[in-house]
C-alpha cells in the first residue's frame, strides 16, 4: 500500500494565514509551508479533502479525478472543503481517471456537502458522485477495500476516526481526536485481526500538555495511545507511527520534530512524504 501525506497542517495550516507570530513569519519567509489534511492511499482512496486539495494536485502532481472513495473524518473546514466538487465533471473536468465517487461521511459532514453545493452543483457533475452516510462503529467496504469506522474526541458531531484494510494489511487513522474513547479501544480490541502496518496520530500540541478531555493528542497522549495499543497487540516494533497535523502554536520546526523522532520512535510527516507499507 502506498501512502502519501498530502496536507501535514492543523486547521489554519502553516503559515496560519492570518498570523504574524514569530513561527508564522519565519515559515513564511522559508517557505516552510504545511497545508491542510488530507492523505492518499494508492492513488484512490483520500482520507478527507481539505480547501488545499486543489495545491495538493498543483504542487505534488497528485490526479485528484483517481480518487474513488473519499473517508471524511468530520465536517471542520479543513477536512471537508465541499465547494470543490461543483467541478467535478461537466466542462470543468475532462478525461477523468474514475468517472465516480463515493463519498463516506458523518450526518453532518453531508449538510455540509448540500450547503456548499446547492447553487452551483450541475446535474452531470451531480450524477457522478454519491454520498453515503456513515456513524461511529460500523463495518463499510468498497472495491477491495475494507473500513471500520470509530468514534474520535473531538469538537464535532460523530466525528469519525477509521480503521482500513486492503490486501490483508491494516492501517489505523487517528486524526483530529484526543486520547482514544474507551468504546474505540474496545472496539478495535474486540476485531483483533494482525498487527497495524502504519498508525496514523494526531500531533496538534506536540510537546504541549493535554488534558484527558483534549480534542487533539501531543506526543506523550501519542506515546500513551500506542501503548494501549500494543497491549492488546494491535501494534508492534515493525508499525510505521506516523504524526501529523502540526499547529503553528507547538512550534514544530526541523529541529524539534527531529527530537521528536528520536524521544519517540515515530515518524513526523511533511507535505508530500510518501510510505510504502
Ligand atoms: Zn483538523
Ligand atoms: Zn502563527
Ligand atoms: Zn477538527
Same mark, same amino acid.
Not at 8 to 26: D, L, V
Not at 99 to 126: C, I, Q, W
Not at 185 to 192: T, V
Given at each position: 500500500?502506498?501512502?502519501?501525506?498530502?496536507?501535514?497542517?492543523?486547521?489554519?495550516?502553516i503559515?496560519?494565514?492570518?498570523?504574524?507570530?514569530?513561527?508564522?513569519?519565519?515559515?513564511?519567509?522559508?517557505?516552510?509551508?504545511?497545508?491542510?489534511?488530507?492523505?492518499?492511499?494508492?492513488?484512490?482512496?483520500?482520507?478527507?479533502?481539505?480547501?488545499?486539495?486543489?495545491?495538493?494536485?498543483?504542487?505534488?502532481?497528485?490526479?485528484?479525478?483517481?480518487?474513488?472513495? %473519499?473517508?471524511? !473524518?468530520? =465536517?471542520?473546514?479543513d477536512?471537508?472543503? @465541499?465547494?470543490?466538487?461543483? $467541478?467535478? /465533471?461537466?466542462? &470543468?473536468?475532462?478525461?477523468?481517471?474514475?468517472?465516480?465517487?463515493?463519498?463516506?461521511?458523518?450526518?453532518?459532514?453531508?449538510?455540509?456537502?448540500?450547503?456548499?453545493?446547492?447553487?452551483?452543483?450541475?446535474?452531470?457533475?451531480e450524477?457522478?458522485?454519491?454520498?453515503?452516510?456513515?456513524?461511529?462503529?460500523?463495518e463499510?467496504?468498497?472495491?477491495?477495500?475494507?473500513?471500520?469506522?470509530?468514534?474520535?474526541?473531538?469538537?464535532?458531531?460523530?466525528?469519525?476516526?477509521?480503521?482500513?484494510?486492503?490486501?490483508?494489511?491494516r492501517?489505523?487513522? %487517528?486524526?483530529? !481526536?484526543? =486520547?482514544?474513547?474507551?468504546?474505540?479501544? @474496545?472496539?478495535?480490541?474486540? $476485531?483483533? /485481526?494482525?498487527? &497495524?502496518?502504519?498508525?496514523?496520530?494526531?500531533?496538534?500540541?506536540?510537546?504541549?500538555?493535554?488534558?484527558?478531555?483534549?480534542?487533539?493528542?501531543?506526543?506523550?497522549?501519542?506515546a500513551?495511545?500506542?501503548?494501549?495499543?500494543?497491549r492488546?497487540?494491535?501494534?508492534?516494533?515493525?508499525?510505521?507511527?506516523?504524526?501529523?497535523?502540526?499547529?503553528?502554536?507547538?512550534?514544530?520546526?526541523?529541529?524539534?520534530?527531529?527530537?521528536?523522532?528520536?524521544?519517540?520512535?515515530?515518524?513526523?510527516?511533511?507535505?508530500?512524504?510518501?510510505?510504502?507499507?
Amino acid at each position: 500500500m502506498r501512502i502519501q501525506y498530502l496536507g501535514t497542517g492543523a486547521a489554519e495550516g502553516i503559515p496560519a494565514a492570518f498570523c504574524n507570530c514569530s513561527f508564522c513569519r519565519k515559515a513564511r519567509s522559508e517557505g516552510e509551508v504545511r497545508t491542510r489534511a488530507q492523505i492518499l492511499l494508492d492513488g484512490e482512496l483520500s482520507i478527507d479533502f481539505p480547501p488545499d486539495a486543489f495545491f495538493h494536485a498543483v504542487k505534488f502532481g497528485a490526479d485528484l479525478s483517481a480518487i474513488r472513495y %473519499l473517508l471524511v !473524518t468530520h =465536517a471542520h473546514m479543513d477536512h471537508f472543503y @465541499a465547494h470543490d466538487f461543483v $467541478l467535478r /465533471g461537466y466542462k &470543468y473536468a475532462r478525461d477523468m481517471t474514475a468517472p465516480s465517487l463515493t463519498v463516506y461521511g458523518n450526518a453532518e459532514t453531508h449538510e455540509v456537502f448540500r450547503e456548499s453545493t446547492v447553487r452551483e452543483m450541475k446535474e452531470d457533475v451531480e450524477a457522478g458522485i454519491r454520498f453515503v452516510e456513515v456513524s461511529p462503529f460500523e463495518e463499510i467496504s468498497f472495491g477491495d477495500w475494507r473500513v471500520w469506522t470509530l468514534r474520535a474526541r473531538h469538537s464535532s458531531r460523530d466525528p469519525l476516526l477509521f480503521l482500513i484494510e486492503r490486501g490483508g494489511k491494516r492501517v489505523l487513522h %487517528l486524526c483530529d !481526536t484526543g =486520547a482514544l474513547t474507551q468504546e474505540s479501544e @474496545a472496539y478495535l480490541a474486540e $476485531l483483533g /485481526g494482525p498487527p &497495524y502496518k502504519l498508525v496514523t496520530l494526531d500531533c496538534t500540541f506536540l510537546y504541549g500538555k493535554t488534558e484527558p478531555s483534549s480534542r487533539h493528542m501531543g506526543l506523550d497522549e501519542n506515546a500513551r495511545t500506542l501503548e494501549k495499543l500494543a497491549r492488546i497487540g494491535l501494534v508492534n516494533g515493525r508499525t510505521k507511527k506516523v504524526i501529523t497535523h502540526f499547529s503553528h502554536n507547538a512550534s514544530p520546526s526541523r529541529e524539534l520534530l527531529s527530537q521528536a523522532e528520536r524521544e519517540y520512535g515515530v515518524i513526523a510527516a511533511y507535505d508530500g512524504m510518501q510510505l510504502e507499507i
